[in-house]
């Protein structure tokens, strides 16, 4: 939730900048032209970066990177209940659990039910 008002307020900021900048290039002095945006030097040619950090999360299924957006103690909380649920012998639910942590953002969900069922005797 902190996350989206944040990613809300940053529009918002870089909205209102680009606004007053268009609006200062157009409020040219009485009798004289306003200035192109060439000539303000509103806008810039940029060169494409080929970094890689360009490309991280643009497309999830061939990133190498995943990042994990869901809160630590939910993750902690879902994994707890994985490893529980198959200690009990309960697959079904410890999958739901895997797919509802999937769901909330984890990225170890599926490596935790793994290794819970390793351990099993």
């Not at 680009?18 to 157009?26: C, D, E, I, L, R």
């Not at 999830?60 to 902690?76: F, G, L, N, Q, Y």
């Not at 879902?78 to 509802?100: N, S, T, W, Y």
Request: aromatic share 2%.
């Amino acid at each position: 939730m902190m996350k989206a008002i944040l990613a809300v307020s940053i529009l918002l900021a870089l909205s209102a900048c680009s606004n007053s900048q268009h609006k200062g290039a157009s409020n040219a002095p009485e009798g004289q032209q306003p200035l192109s945006q060439e000539q303000s030097g509103l806008i810039q040619e940029v060169e494409p970066s080929h970094s890689s950090v360009d490309t991280i999360g643009a497309n999830a299924d061939t990133s190498d990177v995943h990042m994990s957006s869901i809160e630590p103690e939910v993750e902690a909380m879902f994994e707890q209940l994985i490893v529980q649920a198959v200690a009990d012998g309960d697959h079904q639910k410890a999958l739901r659990f895997v797919q509802d942590a999937e769901q909330a953002g984890s990225i170890k969900a599926r490596k935790i039910y793994e290794d819970a069922v390793k351990a099993q005797p």
